[in-house]
């Protein structure tokens, strides 16, 4: 059985919330060796998480198109119209 870091509970505002403190404080400089690694590992962490969130998110996203005079659902493909 695998259990969920606290962070992967967070809803996405909070982990992008808490991923921008990490990077204010790695920026600053004024942080010792040590925790700047800590801090770097969680932010790498944080980063993940909040990818794999958007990335869930995105494959609910669904658009309504007109197809032959009635809406129909189809999944949002964000390729879709590049060139």
């Given at each position: 059985?695998?259990?969920?870091?606290?962070?992967?509970?967070?809803?996405?505002?909070?982990?992008?919330?808490?991923?921008?403190?990490?990077?204010?404080?790695?920026?600053?400089?004024?942080?010792?060796?040590?925790?700047?690694?800590?801090?770097?590992?969680?932010?790498?962490?944080l980063s993940r998480?909040?990818?794999?969130?958007?990335?869930?998110?995105?494959?609910?996203v669904e658009m309504?198109?007109?197809?032959?005079?009635?809406?129909?659902?189809?999944?949002?493909?964000?390729?879709?119209?590049?060139?």
């Amino acid at each position: 059985m695998t259990e969920k870091h606290p962070a992967q509970q967070l809803p996405f505002e909070e982990a992008m919330k808490k991923l921008e403190e990490v990077v204010e404080r790695l920026e600053s400089g004024d942080v010792p060796l040590e925790e700047s690694i800590r801090l770097f590992e969680e932010g790498m962490r944080l980063s993940r998480i909040c990818g794999e969130k958007l990335d869930r998110m995105e494959q609910q996203v669904e658009m309504l198109v007109r197809e032959n005079g009635d809406w129909v659902k189809k999944p949002f493909d964000p390729q879709e119209g590049r060139d």
